[in-house]
């Protein structure tokens, strides 16, 4: 195609220490794949004017997203992030796109309507990048502090200005809070915002992301997003409600069990 569209790029690898050949594995029926290509294709017909792409490093996962009626390409198998999986996917294409969005290949619960808004927040503004957050209520902080007793890296938060720019990420909880009690008394809301895992940057600032060595707080706390704000780019957060399925990522036999178990309790989310 030579039509000058936004992108929605799904990096797809077949290596996964914990999950081997994961965007083949089902869940309740379906490719993990399937169902990202569908969250792709549900938000490039809100949002319009999108094109979407398969970036892989295995002929296996090209050939299944051929047989969804999906593009795809194959991507250098040394690429280890998402961002640059999307960025060598979208130097494939004959004309650069404006916006690039990196769908995570393990995120088939992500809702399409997050993804359609973080396109339509890049088009409506200069910023080079967006990427969703989530107020926390009194209670998913509890749990969110109780898990990082146990798995302290898992799970990001983010401080953010009044117009939505973002100021930091962080493993950590972010803000500290003082007078927490006084205030679970004033707001069902806490301060803390999650962020969800997925960004829809603009072509050339993710060009010059790729092409800047990794920063020092990206290093420390092993957050590419760092890497933006500690070169001067701004990262627009963009407010959406928190996901009915409270799986962030499917990485492990452990989370498609869990998958399933939310698709029989709550329903499918994925529509013929």
Avoid at 90 to 95: G, P
Avoid at 194 to 221: K, N
Avoid at 239 to 253: C, L
Wanted: some cysteine; overall charge negative; aromatic content about 6%.
């Amino acid at each position: 195609m030579t039509s000058r569209t936004d992108l929605i790029v799904v990096p797809a690898r077949f290596g996964s220490k914990r999950l081997p050949g994961k965007p083949l594995v089902r869940i309740a029926g379906r490719t993990l794949l399937e169902r990202v290509v569908h969250v792709a294709r549900e938000a490039s017909r809100v949002a319009g004017d999108i094109d979407i792409l398969v970036a892989t490093d295995d002929p296996r996962i090209e050939a299944h997203a051929r047989d969804l009626g999906c593009a795809a390409v194959m991507t250098a198998s040394d690429i280890s992030s998402g961002s640059g999986r999307a960025y060598a996917a979208a130097l494939s294409r004959e004309v650069r796109p404006e916006i690039v969005v990196n769908l995570q290949g393990d995120a088939p619960f992500m809702p399409p309507e997050v993804v359609a808004q973080l396109i339509e927040a890049v088009r409506a503004s200069s910023t080079a990048a967006a990427t969703p957050v989530t107020r926390m209520g009194w209670a998913e902080l509890d749990r969110l502090r109780d898990h990082k007793t146990r798995a302290p890296f898992s799970g990001t938060t983010c401080v953010r200005a009044p117009d939505g720019r973002a100021l930091w990420f962080s493993k950590a909880i972010i803000p500290a809070i003082r007078d927490e009690a006084e205030r679970r008394k004033q707001s069902p809301q806490s301060p803390v915002f999650q962020h969800l895992g997925l960004y829809a940057y603009r072509f050339d600032a993710l060009e010059r992301f790729e092409q800047t060595p990794l920063s020092h707080y990206e290093q420390i706390e092993g957050l590419e997003q760092l890497r933006f704000l500690e070169m001067g780019l701004d990262i627009l957060t963009v407010e959406v409600a928190p996901p009915r399925f409270a799986v962030s990522g499917i990485d492990t036999p452990e989370d498609v069990a869990l998958a399933e178990t939310l698709i029989a309790e709550l329903g499918d989310p994925y529509r013929a």
